[in-house]
């Protein structure tokens, strides 16, 4: 098992050199393309001018994707959550019940596959499987899913489960991380998504989810899946009380981890949604704060190709601007979504929509596989695919309503 402060070659920011730091040289040294310290990050994070530090993260954006750096990416998924049983009751969680509550639910295996059809007939060509840690649910159930959904939709990338996932199968059925790991790659999980993260400084994921792994061992985590061959993305739950600094060392950790395995196809910041959980909107990130961590992250990560801007907890109109400030992807028309919009999470749109708003930012809009391989450029309005009513995100909320709950379920 990890320590709670993993080895590392770099060194968190030092406040008071980066409130003295020279920050217009600072973002020169950033556009040259030189590698800034965590230390530098902070200074711009914290008092580079805006409009000069988004232009900086959109030249480097534009420098790594070279002659397709005019084009935004989008992509078609479902997250089917397939339980709301958890015993980990992170603080910010609107979403879970403890196991035997009476609004506690388990998708059985042939709902799992019903709403997969239903992703599939939409054109969808990713499922996020994210549930909570049911005590119920050992290695056997999540192979038996896994390997059910590629055997009847082998097309279907199985971009599922995380970190905070494996350290609880591996405790509910007595195995390593290697193992587990090994084991849901091998019944057909492609890559890991990035939930789980929330915010990797020991002290501010304490406050918030004091029962659930330490970011150290989330990390350690990826690194044994990268390392095994099993690609992920990583997120960043902005908004619960952690300091400017801490918000710079949750982008350290990750670099570090990327600097030895390149297993992080995506980093996705977000902010915590405040509605039905025990934080209650004592914090949150606003959306200047937001596109300001988005550049910087552009700009520190160096290590990381794509930089998701998340719409579903910001919005349409920030979801535009973040293509301007170091973002090249929008995200997905959510099919489906229930854990973040539990929290508060109100946003909507369609593919039309999504479309639209990626052209109207001067972007060049392309559907994406989980690969971030381009499936349709949408060169003119005439690449657009006729409009259909069924693509849009349903954000449901079935935590708080069961009786949205089908009847194909099992609780
Ligand atoms: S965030 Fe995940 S682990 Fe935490 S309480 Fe919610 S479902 Fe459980």
């Given at each position: 098992m990890a320590t709670d402060l993993p080895n590392s070659g770099s060194h968190p920011a030092d406040v008071a050199r980066a409130a003295a730091l020279d920050v217009a040289a600072v973002l020169d040294k950033a556009e040259q393309g030189e590698r800034i310290d965590a230390t530098e990050a902070l200074a711009l994070y914290t008092r580079a001018p805006f409009h000069a530090l988004g232009r900086v993260a959109d030249t480097l954006r534009r420098r790594r994707f070279g002659e397709t750096a005019q084009i935004a990416t989008y992509l078609i998924d479902r997250n089917i959550n397939y339980t709301n049983v958890c015993v980990t009751a992170c603080r910010f969680c609107a979403f879970y019940r403890p196991p035997k509550h009476a609004e506690a639910w388990t998708h059985s295996l042939d709902e799992i596959l019903r709403r997969c059809r239903?992703?599939?007939?939409?054109?969808?060509?990713?499922?996020?499987?994210?549930?909570?840690?049911?005590p119920e649910l050992g290695i056997e159930w999540y192979e038996q899913v896994f390997a059910a959904i590629?055997?009847?939709f082998p097309q279907l990338a199985l971009h599922s489960l995380g970190g905070s996932e494996v350290v609880h199968i591996a405790r509910t059925s007595g195995l390593t991380f290697e193992e587990v790991i090994r084991r849901l790659h091998a019944a057909g999980l492609d890559s890991f998504a990035g939930a789980g993260a929330e915010i990797l400084v020991e002290r501010p994921r304490r406050l918030i989810a004091p029962l659930k792994e330490t970011g150290s061992t989330w990390l350690e985590v990826m690194e044994t899946a990268h390392r095994l061959g099993v690609e992920s993305t990583a997120t960043f739950m902005?908004?619960?009380?952690?300091?400017?600094?801490?918000?710079?060392?949750?982008?350290?950790?990750?670099?570090?981890?990327?600097?030895?395995?390149g297993g992080f196809r995506a980093f996705i910041p977000w902010t915590y949604q405040p509605e039905n959980n025990h934080l209650r909107g004592r914090t949150l990130?606003?959306?200047?704060e937001y596109l300001r961590l988005l550049a910087v992250a552009r700009i520190f990560l160096d290590n990381i190709d794509?930089?998701?801007?998340?719409?579903?907890?910001?919005?349409?109109?920030?979801?535009?601007?973040?293509?301007?400030?170091?973002?090249?992807?929008?995200?997905?028309?959510?099919?489906?979504?229930?854990v973040v919009s539990s929290a508060g999470a109100r946003h909507r749109w369609n593919?039309?929509?999504?479309?639209?708003?990626?052209?109207?930012?001067?972007?060049?809009?392309?559907?994406?596989?989980?690969l971030y391989r381009h499936l349709r450029v949408h060169w003119t309005p005439?690449?657009?695919?006729?409009?259909?009513?069924?693509?849009?995100?349903?954000?449901?909320?079935?935590a708080l309503r069961p009786e949205n709950v089908p009847s194909g379920s099992a609780a």
């Open positions: 239903e992703a599939v007939e939409l054109g969808a060509t990713q499922i996020m499987l994210q549930g909570g840690h049911n590629k055997r009847e902005m908004g619960t009380g952690e300091t400017n600094a801490e918000r710079i060392e949750h982008l350290r950790l990750i670099r570090d981890v990327q600097d030895r395995t990130a606003s959306a200047i794509h930089l998701q801007v998340s719409q579903l907890t910001l919005g349409k109109e920030v979801g535009q601007l973040g293509l301007h400030f170091g973002a090249d992807d929008l995200g997905s028309v959510m099919l489906e979504e229930n593919l039309a929509e999504m479309i639209h708003l990626i052209r109207a930012a001067g972007r060049i809009p392309a559907q994406r596989d989980t005439d690449d657009d695919p006729p409009f259909d009513p069924r693509l849009r995100s349903h954000l449901s909320s079935t």
